[in-house]
Nanobody, 128 residues
Framework: QVQLVESGGGLVQAGGSLRLSCAAS???????????MAWFRQAPGKEREFAGA????????YYGDSVKGRFTISRDNAKNTVYLQMNSLKPEDTAVYYC??????????????????WGQGTQVTVSS
């Protein structure tokens, strides 16, 4: 079992930045570094959207087209935490942001259904 708790959301003006954090508690023989991690987001009335993912060791990342070049995903396995640095925010980035964990030997997935554990989400609102 993995428990994920997101933080760092809030209200920011367009063009601003936010850094989201997701702290993981792993209650099994596995460790945080056994899991690929990802951020997804969901805006009201819209489907869940992939934002970014990072592999177990942190040396492979992948981004959705809408955030590429503006968002950066990273992880600190010693702190059991994954981050999403969001720069040049736009009103269309407004959504609830969720982190997710996927037990995966290598690589990452952009498909939400492949992720086993999810956090409760943190709201990000970008004003124009």
């Amino acid at each position: 079992q993995v428990q994920l708790v997101e933080s760092g959301g809030g209200l920011v003006q367009a063009g601003g930045s936010l850094r989201l954090s997701c702290a993981a508690s792993v209650a099994s023989a596995l460790t945080f570094s056994s899991y690929a991690m990802a951020w997804f987001r969901q805006a009201p009335g819209k489907e869940r959207e992939f934002a970014g993912a990072i592999n177990r060791s942190g040396d492979n990342t992948y981004y959705g087209d809408s955030v590429k070049g503006r968002f950066t995903i990273s992880r600190d396995n010693a702190k059991n935490t994954v981050y999403l640095q969001m720069n040049s925010l736009k009103p269309e980035d407004t959504a609830v942001y969720y982190c997710a964990a996927d037990y995966r030997p290598k690589g990452v997935s952009v498909m939400g259904y492949e992720y086993d554990f999810w956090g409760q989400g943190t709201q990000v609102t970008v004003s124009s």
